[in-house]
């Protein structure tokens, strides 16, 4: 099984790849999880909802083309699904026993196109608050380290 974090945007600053990095070097290699970063649509000005729209379909296009074949979706989004580290553990444990990698999906400046989300297999809260996307970066690698460790019987995690 792997994992991919498919995040719009690059040239993070350096506090967030090394948090990011840390956590996926931390992960077991029967559950590897790697970065894939989309460049966001270029933004002009003061864009209005018809561009923004444009944007977001852009972005789609290329996070779609970036997808491995017969991945399980997952984007992540405020208005999504929560769940604790268990259940997260839990669904790892299904998507295992599908055999399906499962691709993590982080939008940009603003968000995820609607179809996107429309397609998800799964749209996944971290939080009710909005996050800066390289914050999601890491907190997303954490909670997969987490879970993963809870598989596992690490003592990372104390419950």
Not at 7 to 18: D, L, S
């Amino acid at each position: 099984m792997k994992f991919l974090a498919v995040a719009v945007g690059h040239r993070m600053p350096t506090w967030i790849n090394a948090g990011f990095e840390e956590y996926a070097r931390r992960m077991p290699r029967e559950a590897r999880l790697a970065l894939i970063e989309i460049k966001p649509e270029a933004r002009s000005g003061r864009a209005g909802a018809a561009t923004v729209q444009r944007m977001l379909q852009a972005e789609h296009k290329r996070i779609s083309a970036a997808l491995p074949a017969g991945c399980c979706t997952v984007v992540l989004d405020e208005r999504g699904k929560s769940f604790s580290t268990r259940q997260l553990a839990d669904r790892i444990t299904r998507w295992r026993e599908a055999g399906c990698d499962v691709a993590f999906i982080i939008g940009g400046a603003d968000g995820t196109a609607a179809t996107l989300k429309g397609q998800a297999d799964l749209l996944w809260s971290l939080s009710p608050l909005t996050l800066p996307h390289g914050l999601v970066r890491i907190v997303l690698a954490e909670q997969l380290y987490r879970a993963v460790s809870i598989l596992s019987g690490h003592p990372y995690h104390r419950e």
